[in-house]
């Protein structure tokens, strides 16, 4: 169904979107309401955690704008599960820019931003890798190489740095 309404886009300039929420087989009267909650994170249960509103607070602050995207990327890594480890990679090096951008007195090269994530957010290079190598076919357009890592463990992965990020933010700023 995307592949034809994405089709529609194209020919005709838009973008719309179709979401399918349930299914009805009149033939066997089975009826299904599809859900949106992906098991891995919820499992992961970080609104035990963190409160919604406190970080919904941050998109007020200067780490909102990072905030934003990599929540962004997110959902659509959730959406899109062709392109999960894509957007997750993508949500993660939205963070590293708050490194290169905000962290000290001057803009840091990228590299330095990726080592400074990792140590602020006491993250293991490992992990990062993981997500870029995992990341690497689909954002270089090669739909045909096999999938290096299982997406749910990316996903998890990603959640977990994002979910560090939050609480290194919150500790860096007033939330009321």
């Not at 963190?50 to 659509?76: H, P, Q």
Request: glycine fraction near 4%; charge should be negative; charged fraction near 30%.
């Amino acid at each position: 169904m995307r592949g034809i309404t994405d089709t529609l886009c194209f020919t005709n300039g838009c973008g719309y979107d179709v979401e399918i929420i349930q299914f009805f087989d009149l033939q066997s009267n089975v009826h299904e309401v599809f859900g949106v909650e992906e098991k891995a994170i919820s499992s992961l249960q970080i609104s035990k955690r963190l409160s919604a509103e406190k970080v919904a607070e941050l998109l007020k602050t200067r780490f909102g704008i990072y905030l934003e995207r990599s929540f962004s990327d997110l959902r659509e890594a959730l959406r899109s599960p062709l392109d999960s480890e894509f957007f997750c990679y993508r949500a993660i090096e939205c963070l590293v820019h708050y490194f290169m951008y905000e962290f000290g007195d001057s803009v840091l090269p990228k590299k330095e931003g990726w080592r400074v994530l990792r140590n602020e957010l006491n993250v293991d290079e490992e992990v990062t890798r993981d997500i870029e190598q995992s990341a690497k076919p689909i954002r270089h357009g090669n739909v045909n190489e096999e999938r290096l890592n299982n997406r749910e463990s990316i996903l998890i992965k990603t959640w977990l740095v994002v979910e560090k990020y939050v609480c290194y933010a919150l500790d860096k700023v007033v939330v009321h």
